[in-house]
C-alpha cells in the first residue's frame, strides 16, 4: 500500500509562496499520476494540479493557472506544489493523491485516486 504525508503548510501573507511536499514509501512512486486537491473551510475537496505518469503533462485547476507548480524528485519519491502569488481564498487543507492508473478525462476527479495523505493547513492571511 502507498503511504502518503504532505508537508510545508503553515502561515503565509497574501502575495507570499509556499512549497508543499508529497513523501511516498512506495519506490516506484514515478510511475504513479499524484494530484492535489485542497478542501477550503466548510466546502467541498477541489482539484488543484496533477501530474500524470510517464507523460511530462502537468494540469492545473483555473484558480490556480500562472501560480502554482507541480514537479517531482523521484529519487526522493517527493511531489511538490510551488505555490506563488497566494491569495486567501487559497486557504484550506492540501492533499496529496496518487494512483497507479488514470484516463485524462478523469485527472480531476477526487474519485479517480486511490492513495490520500492526511492533509496539510496553508492559510494565507490578508
Known amino acids: 500500500q502507498v503511504q502518503l504525508v504532505e508537508s510545508g503548510g503553515g502561515l503565509v501573507q497574501a502575495g507570499g509562496s509556499l512549497r508543499l511536499s508529497c513523501a511516498a514509501s512506495?519506490?516506484?512512486?514515478?510511475?504513479?499520476?499524484v494530484a492535489w486537491f485542497r478542501q477550503p473551510p466548510g466546502k467541498e475537496r477541489e482539484f488543484v494540479a496533477v501530474?500524470?505518469?510517464?507523460?511530462?503533462?502537468?494540469d492545473y485547476a483555473d484558480s490556480v493557472k500562472g501560480r502554482f507548480t507541480v514537479s517531482r524528485d523521484n529519487g526522493k519519491n517527493t511531489v511538490y506544489l510551488q505555490m506563488n502569488s497566494l491569495k486567501p481564498e487559497d486557504t484550506a487543507v492540501y492533499y496529496c493523491?496518487?494512483?497507479?492508473?488514470?484516463?485524462?478525462?478523469?485527472?480531476?476527479?477526487?474519485?479517480?485516486?486511490?492513495?490520500w495523505g492526511p492533509g496539510t493547513q496553508v492559510t494565507v492571511s490578508s
Open positions: 512506495e519506490r516506484t512512486f514515478s510511475t504513479y499520476t
Open positions: 493523491a496518487a494512483v497507479r492508473f488514470a484516463v485524462r478525462s478523469t485527472w480531476r476527479q477526487k474519485s479517480t485516486y486511490v492513495y
Open positions: 501530474d500524470v505518469w510517464n507523460s511530462g503533462v502537468a
